[in-house]
């Protein structure tokens, strides 16, 4: 601070930033441009021939999708029901089980430190399991069906909605806890007055986007046999039928969608 | 009654909160803290339901040193001391009728506030409550429908409820405009007398402050620089609670608060 | 873009290629560099990870450099070729057929496996079922990996269907057995047989020695009920615009590593092979026929 | 006992009581029609589990070390993939969240076209994006960047508009109020309050890509994907343990210096 | 010179915000309007660099009517315009310096601006601005770091690197307390004399409005209720800017405003 003020007194006008700030900031941008150079030409370092028909190609291919083939809708709404199904379930279950994990792991619930760091700890090996491998590992203990699919996405979902959670629960506005607090109620009384109805529509929000998310992820899980309409998608383009593809991810679309709108709807109502 | 007997508080990082403050309240009284930002008062005044923790000396309240209270009689002290915030405090989102039902919580079972389950005698008393401050029309709004204060007026409402032998208030004004102001001390004036709750209120205004109360306190760097009723107030205790004539200073660069 | 007759008939017109060094008249490209797309077979006991040992050798052979990509997925290897930015597949069976009929693949190779070109699919049963012939099948449950799987299960269905008469594959899903569990793996399958959640598995000859390790009594409890017809193996193919005369570099170098002894040992330590053979289209019209059979009425 | 007076019941409207019940009754009916859906057998699944748990779980937690070589490999190229792929979607997006964020078109015809943009793309799965760019641009892990790029893209545009529907108007009153033109405003008041959280979300998303593009292997668009199906249909869980081991252990690194690095800038 | 005539304003949704306005402000005066909230003050004020836009009358600022003016001609006002907020409007997350210099935008050069690149008189001037207000040892500081009395003072800063004709402050006192009020009220006070900028602010404190005002306007639901000199100011006036007098209203539910 005295440096920088003596800075400023010497030369009349200063610079609009300290050059501490500057150098730093300077470095970091190098680092991650380096990193970022480093990164295209590590992944193009396998790349045969330009970009020359690059666009050309995917087009050819795109147009192979098209135009998707409705009439089979009929038939994949019920695996598109089973992949709703599973998404709600494991949802369902998740946002449950959110609701200790995430006040044990916000920081300002939890003043006892240990317990504290070992949710965070727990929740963060949680999140950076990818879904495949969940799957992968639950169809391995549970075999092939809904049941590994719904647990894959379940721990998936947990990871995800704690973090969120717990963060809200730590940007809440303290004083009407403390108010509730001065007039006697105890800790229950506490979360559930104060906290509770301050965090719900943020809760419900991130609640639905998990929700979101699971059925896009349900694509992923077919790939392993976990259920849903992944299997089937991933079916129809090993036969090659892309057009039945297109239709399966014009379904998605529209459910991702509807389950947008929904959301949307929700969140007005609760705010 | 509450008294402060040599009472000294130091936070975590250092800063003196209280020094050396000895001080009795006597049942039904209506005192004024007042004092420059950083004075204490907050301080002064959380100590009383232990929000805070003194560091140094003993705090009587009713007779008992509520300093050794653990939760378990932390909750029924609390309970009979009623606390005003400056920003309200209340829920947003929720409406008036279950904030103030919150005044109720140190009195009702976990599980029954839990489930909503009041007593019928205690939503009665809530209602009673908001007619008191003259807001029970807006009983199923929710609080941030209302104005400033209207706010205040529902937190008083649940300090109400809650039946407390003692009310405090920290700045419960300084987030209103002037005659809104006037409108929410005289609702606790009137509480005062009506009930003989003795109300212990923090304001930056020593010109409300003379207007309201039957004794002023002033602070100044932790400690009690003044102490008496509203009629020994002169322009000397002016100076005396922050620490110079204003005016004269304002233009030095503002040395110490701003 | 690579429409499909267009690259057959008249090759040389769009030659795209930088390269000018080559001069002879021979039609179609020499690039400079070669990609070679792997996907191994699930369809057999240990599945390789790495085409490295492979393409390293091609490309000293071949004095051009190799690159070498393994995927798990034949969809992303058959658009690739198509598109040309990969000349060389190493592709399973079905996903040759595929590639033939979109982007005019051609078979040069096959591998060669116990000797033979050629694997079949079998029937597991539990040995203590009392189940002795395809017959007996008739109300059972039965076990397949994946729909899109040659031996697990196009091939055991298509001879069921022509055995018991059945028109589609739904039919005989629904009609012939009384449930089916789609597994995901033939290891699964057999689990599931093993396990008593089907009766009836049809895998890979023989998925059980996979399984041998962690499940020691599976060669005891699991017996063979039957085969199906055989089914060629994995292919190796080119995309049709490549250079003839590169295309015969190309099969030269690789049936040259059957007279090598030391590529024999890398052949069969990483990919389960004995040697490579010459192979040609037609050793997978059988494939293609059941393709046809299956494509439009696969159950969605 | 003391007499009281109760409030007046809240008035609630017939439509609002008949929202109410029908909102409960399309939940429960969402509920039965999921449990009747699903049918799980659990005796077979605890079966299962108890058949398995001792073939797998031991097996997770005692990696098969001789492939570290490997598998580093793959991590590194997942990583280098995932920075790649997320820093351009961090840059793409921003045009796209813009578009989409209401007080900045102060257009509900252009934000309503921005948030379909952001929406279709977000619906198409990452492993046929993955598909396209290896046509485009070969399988190698150049494809995966340009996948991860575009499958980002949706996400961080719709959390990145969000951002921008927050900010604090004032500031912007507080310019136009000196003068200053629309683009000096950008600049001036807008960017310096939504660059903290276009970082923290740029940086969670660099997070979820790695984790994404591990799928992307599958494909031959790079990364640790082909590893894992490869353990998974070999049953070899040793190495299984291993990838899992490698993946939290470079997310965490990442987390640590992402946190920093947040901290840093904001 | 600032001429409002006949000028009134009706928001969108109805509601009056001003009517039948007819006022004359000489160059040089510092001039504060005083009334309840919502009585219409702010409205006022953004007139007149045209942050709302009346809907009746005419409007002359320096001769010309403004109300007439499109984006041009309206960058032009407000450069010669300042503005200063209640909750001071900083970019909380840009340094002082970058947050004094904002005042400036007006004067350069969009490229210029964007690319950091100002001239060295312009940096000269935020730092001329920030040593008279008394706080140019936080330079480099994040807004967000400074006490409101602070970032208070910034904000005056940053309209003085604007070298306004007219200086505009929409309660630049209402979140501060009363020592650093007057504090603020003084440099605005101390720049409308040295530099004879005319200077108009709003305030809810009549008191405050007395002790800094050369003249006073009062307003009440949109109309201008007062407007004289300080002297003219007696118990009466104070009747008419708040409807009533205070005290005795209090208690009877506060009817209209709280
Ligand atoms: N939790 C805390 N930790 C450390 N220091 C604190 C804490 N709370 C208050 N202080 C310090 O203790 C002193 C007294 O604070 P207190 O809040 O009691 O003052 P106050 O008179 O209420 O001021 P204000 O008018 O701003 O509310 C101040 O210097 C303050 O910075
Ligand atoms: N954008 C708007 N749209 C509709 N009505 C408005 C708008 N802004 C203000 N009003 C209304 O115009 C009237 C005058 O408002 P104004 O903000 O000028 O009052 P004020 O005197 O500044 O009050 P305060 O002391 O609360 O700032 C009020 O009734 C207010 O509700
Ligand atoms: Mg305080
Ligand atoms: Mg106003």
């Known amino acids: 601070m005295t440096n920088q003020s003596k800075d400023v007194v010497k030369g009349k006008t200063p610079s609009l930033y300290p050059v501490k700030t500057k150098a730093q900031v300077s470095i970091i941008f ?14 193009q370092r396998e790349m045969v021939g330009g970009f020359g028909d690059s666009l050309g190609n995917m087009f050819t291919v795109i147009g192979k999708f098209f135009p998707p083939n409705l009439s089979v809708i009929p038939a994949i709404l019920e695996p598109m029901a089973q992949t709703i199904q599973m998404a ?46 969940l799957a992968v590992i639950f169809v391995g203990l549970f075999g092939i069906g809904v049941l590994p699919g719904i647990l894959a996405l379940f721990i998936f979902s947990l990871g995800i909605l704690a973090k969120l959670i717990s963060e809200t629960i730590e940007s809440v506005d303290m ?6 607090r001065a007039s006697g109620g105890n800790v229950f009384q506490v979360i559930f007055f104060g906290l509770v109805p301050q965090v719900l529509p943020q809760f419900t929000s991130f609640v639905l986007y998990v929700f979101e998310i699971n059925i896009r992820a349900s694509v992923v899980l077919g790939l392993v046999g976990a259920g849903g309409i992944g299997l089937v998608l991933n079916q129809q383009l090993g036969f090659y039928n892309y057009q039945n593809a297109m239709a399966i991810i014009v379904l998605i679309f529209v459910v991702v969608i509807v389950i947008e709108y929904i959301s949307n709807k929700l969140r007005e109502a609760l705010i | 009654m509450i008294q402060f007997k040599d009472v000294g508080l130091v936070y975590p990082n250092g800063t003196e909160g209280l020094k050396n403050v000895n001080v009795t309240i006597n049942d039904g009284e209506f005192v004024v803290i007042v004092g420059l930002s950083g004075a204490g008062k907050s301080t002064f005044i959380r100590s009383i339901n232990r929000l805070v923790t003194p560091t140094k000396g003993s705090l009587l309240v009713d007779n008992e040193d509520i300093l050794s209270y653990r939760s378990g009689e932390l909750r029924k002290l609390r309970t009979k001391v009623g606390m005003i915030f400056q920003n309200y405090n209340l829920v947003k989102r929720s409406n008036v009728l279950k904030n103030v039902l919150a005044g109720r919580l140190g009195h009702t079972g976990t599980l029954r506030s839990i489930l909503n389950l009041y007593k019928k005698e205690d939503v009665g008393l809530a209602y009673e409550s908001l007619q008191r401050v003259n807001i029970s029309e807006k009983i199923y709004n929710r609080a941030d429908e209302l104005s400033g204060g209207q706010q205040q007026r529902v937190s008083i409402a649940r300090v109400l409820t809650q039946k407390p032998g003692y009310i405090l208030a920290d700045e419960p004004v300084a987030s209103l405009d002037p005659p809104t102001s006037h409108q929410v001390m005289s609702y606790l004036k009137k509480i005062n007398k009506e009930d003989n709750i003795t109300t212990i209120v923090n304001l930056h205004f020593i010109d409300m402050a003379m207007e309201y109360a039957d004794r002023i306190i002033g602070m100044r760097a932790g400690e009690v620089v003044f102490d008496g009723p509203v009629s020994e107030v002169n322009e000397k205790t002016f100076e005396e609670i922050y620490g110079r004539s204003i005016r004269e200073d304002d233009l030095r660069g503002g040395a110490d608060e701003s | 873009g690579s429409s499909d007759d267009s690259d057959s008939s008249n090759a040389e017109g769009d030659n795209s290629s930088e390269s000018s060094e080559d001069s002879n008249e021979s039609s179609g490209d020499t690039p400079d560099t070669l990609v070679m797309g792997f996907v191994p077979s699930q369809d057999s006991d240990t599945i390789a990870d790495t085409v490295e040992p492979l393409a390293d050798r091609l490309g000293e052979e071949l004095g051009i450099e190799v690159k070498g990509q393994v995927m798990t997925n034949y969809n992303a290897l058959v658009e690739a070729m198509g598109a040309n930015q990969v000349q060389i597949g190493f592709i399973p069976a079905f996903g040759y057929v595929l590639a033939n009929e979109q982007y005019d693949v051609e078979v040069i190779l096959k591998s060669i496996r116990y000797g033979s070109g050629t694997y079949k699919a079998q029937y597991l049963v539990r040995s203590d079922s009392g189940i002795e012939s395809l017959a007996d099948l008739e109300g059972k449950v039965w076990a397949y990996g994946d729909k899109s799987s040659t031996s697990g299960y196009l091939f055991p269905a298509s001879q069921l269907m022509k055995e018991f008469d059945y028109a589609s594959a739904p039919e005989l899903e629904s009609g012939f057995f009384s449930g089916t569990v789609q597994s995901g793996g033939h290891d699964n399958s057999a689990l599931a047989v093993y396990n008593g959640e089907a009766d009836v598995a049809t895998t890979f000859d023989d998925v059980r020695t996979e399984l041998e390790e962690e499940y020691p009594d599976v060669m005891d409890k699991l017996t063979v009920l039957g085969y199906t017809d055989e089914i060629p193996n994995d292919t190796i193919s080119v995309t049709r615009n490549l250079d003839d005369e590169l295309v015969q570099k190309i099969k030269d170098a690789f049936m040259s590593f059957n007279d090598d002894e030391e590529m024999i040992k890398i052949m069969n330590d990483v990919y389960n092979w004995d040697g490579i053979d010459e192979a040609s289209d037609e050793e997978y019209e059988v494939v293609k026929e059941t393709y046809q059979e299956f494509k439009d009425n696969i159950e969605l | 006992m003391k007499s009281y007076t109760l409030p007046p019941k809240p008035e609630k409207s017939l439509f609002k009581k008949l929202k109410a019940i029908l909102i409960v009754v399309i939940l429960a009916a969402i509920y039965v029609w999921t449990f009747l859906g699903i049918d799980i057998d659990w005796a077979r699944a605890i079966d299962r589990i108890a058949n398995n748990f001792a073939r797998v779980i031991p097996n997770l937690f005692s990696p098969d070390w001789s492939a570290t070589a490997d598998v580093s490999l793959s991590i590194l190229e997942t990583v280098l993939i995932a920075f790649a792929g997320s820093l351009m979607a961090a840059i793409l997006a921003i045009p796209l969240g813009f578009l989409a964020a209401q007080n900045m078109t102060g257009s509900r015809i252009l934000t309503t076209i921005g948030k379909w943009i952001l929406s279709a793309v977000r619906a198409f799965p990452d492993i046929i994006l993955a598909i396209l760019f290896v046509v485009a641009v070969g399988p190698n892990a150049f494809a995966g960047v340009l996948a991860i790029a575009i499958g980002s893209t949706g996400m961080l545009g719709k959390l990145y508009s969000e951002v921008i529907e927050s900010i604090d108007m ?24 939504i660059i903290p959280e276009f970082l923290s979300y740029a940086i969670y998303r660099f997070e979820v890509d790695i984790r994404a593009s591990s799928i992307l292997g599958i494909v031959g668009a790079g990364g640790i994907g082909t590893m894992i199906i490869f353990a998974a249909n070999n049953r070899n869980w040793n190495e299984m343990g291993l990838i899992l081991l490698a993946i939290i252990i470079v997310v965490t690194i990442i987390d640590f210096i992402s946190a920093r690095i947040r901290r840093k800038i904001v």
């Not at chain 1, 990193?35 to 030409?41: E, H, L, N, P, Q």
């Not at chain 1, 965070?120 to 879904?131: A, F, K, Q, V």
């Not at chain 1, 004083?175 to 509730?180: I, Q, S, T, V, W």
């Not at chain 4, 004032?170 to 000096?184: L, R």
């Open chain 1, 175 to 180: 004083n009407p806890l403390e108010a509730m």
């Open chain 4, 170 to 193: 004032k500031v912007v009153e507080a310019m136009e109020a000196n003068g200053a033109n629309k683009i000096q405003i950008l600049f001036y008041a807008v960017i310096p309050q």
């Open chain 1, 88 to 133: 709600i379930v494991a949802t369902t279950c998740a946002a449950i089980l959110t609701v200790p994990l995430a006040l044990m792991s916000a920081q300002n619930i939890t003043t006892f430190k240990p317990l504290y760091y070992a949710t965070r700890t727990l929740m963060n090996i949680l999140r950076t399991i990818p879904d495949l491998v």
């Open chain 1, 30 to 43: 190098i680092v991650i441009l380096g990193f970022y150079f480093f990164s295209m030409f590590w992944t």
